[in-house]
């Protein structure tokens, strides 16, 4: 893809130099060479980290490092794909873009036009980035948190707060940090965290942001939690928010790739010009059939929490420490590098996940299936120890 005058007026308008803009057109046109980073690509930077050879993962390995859903898309999800792959050849055989945003539209109860398709979450993220940040308008984040590169990549300053002592945004903080910024973002349940920040602290970014500022909200754990709020209402309402979605997390559908942005048709309209490319088929039919499916998602996240529990009660009878989370994955505390400890039970074959500077002694775990779980736990006090 390549960017015309408007846009480059555009950029320079929001204080970029032409230099930055011939940077960011040139790795637009590249498409999926990007350098931005979504969770698969951070787990394998991690994963190399621990020396493990590029490719498949070894044989009887247990694979808790990158957030995925180990049960996969639905039954439901699986037969439209099976449908639909037979008519690969063309780009949208029956309108599957069409119909996957009507469907989300009717179950997020916004209109239509307030809702645009991508593949996964990260997509949508760093065309928000691009779109409201700037060498003038700072972005705003949790520290910890997921993402961030954009920002930096692009030019634009970016602000990491810490979170609160109970792990929620402390979004008091992130005004301060930079009362002029152009994006405050809110992973909500927080990656890496797991920890749910209450609505009415995303109602006060909203209230007390600059007028032309907009409020990020990342959902893409939001299924697994019991107490947080969904803020497509909000879009609803005309906000100046933007909200995304994936199907990669308690969908199952990491490898398939689906999800989409939620905001008014004015934001969605700036975000469009950072990316380009057909969204596949095989994603979209399966989303859409999966968001047809009732009490999926109370099912999932039953399975999620009572294996999450299990996990987390046989550290806390180990004594160890850790961050409690409301999603498909947890910090616990290792005192000591984290990658490490990472390490150790890799030498076990168990592969779980990455370090935060932020936090260089804790590790993330993801949420596997029961059995893998459970050779987590047999590997543990072998690499606790070591």
């Known amino acids: 893809m390549s960017i015309g005058h408007k846009q480059v007026s555009s950029f320079i308008e929001r204080g970029f130099t032409r230099r930055q803009v011939g940077r960011i057109a040139t790795v637009l046109s590249a498409g999926a060479s990007l350098p931005f980073y979504n969770e698969f690509a951070m787990a394998q930077q991690a994963e190399q980290r621990m020396q493990r050879p590029r490719g498949a993962m070894p044989a009887g390995a247990v694979r808790i490092s990158s957030n995925e859903n180990p049960l996969g898309p639905c039954k439901e999800g699986l037969e439209a794909i099976y449908k639909v792959a037979q008519y690969g050849g063309r780009y949208q055989p029956f309108g599957e873009s069409d119909a996957f945003v009507k469907t989300v539209a009717e179950v ?10 991508f593949a996964g979450s990260s997509d949508p993220l760093h065309r928000t980035i691009c779109a409201f940040a700037s060498p ?7 520290n910890p948190g997921y993402g961030g590169g954009t920002a930096t990549f692009i030019g634009a300053q970016l602000h990491r707060v810490p979170l609160r ?4 945004h402390d979004v008091e903080a992130m005004i301060k940090a930079d009362p002029n910024a152009g994006l405050y973002y809110v992973c909500n349940p927080n990656n890496p965290s797991g920890t749910v920040t209450p609505r009415k602290d995303i109602e006060y970014l909203l209230a007390n942001k600059k007028k032309d500022a907009i409020v990020l909200v990342d959902e893409a754990y939001i299924h697994f939690s019991d107490s947080a709020q969904v803020c ?3 879009v609803s309402a005309d906000k100046d928010v933007v909200v995304l979605r994936t199907f990669s997390k308690a969908y199952g559908m990491a490898g398939l790739r689906a999800g989409f942005a939620l905001a008014r048709p ?5 975000m469009r010009p950072y990316g380009s490319g ?3 088929i095989t994603g979209m039919a399966c989303a859409t059939a999966s968001l047809r499916v009732k009490d999926l998602m109370a099912e999932r996240l039953s399975i999620n929490k009572r294996v ?12 160890v420490k850790y961050v409690p989370s409301e999603t498909s994955f947890f910090m616990m505390e290792v005192h000591r590098p984290g990658m490490e ?7 076990q074959n168990i592969y779980i996940g990455r370090v935060w500077p932020v936090w260089p002694t804790k590790v993330r775990v993801s949420i596997g299936t029961q059995e893998e779980m459970n050779k987590f736990k047999a590997a543990f006090d072998k690499a606790w120890e070591s």
């Open 341 to 347: 400890f990472a390490k150790a039970m890799a030498e």
């Open 266 to 270: 004015d934001l969605l309209a700036k």
């Open 308 to 319: 999450r529990e299990d996990t987390l009660e046989f550290l806390e009878k180990k004594k």
């Open 278 to 280: 057909m969204l596949p």
């Open 165 to 168: 002592a109970d792990f929620t």
């Open 232 to 234: 497509s209402d909000l």
């Open 136 to 142: 003038s308008r700072s972005m705003v984040m949790a």
């Open 108 to 117: 997020e109860g916004v209109k239509p036009e307030y809702v645009a398709a």
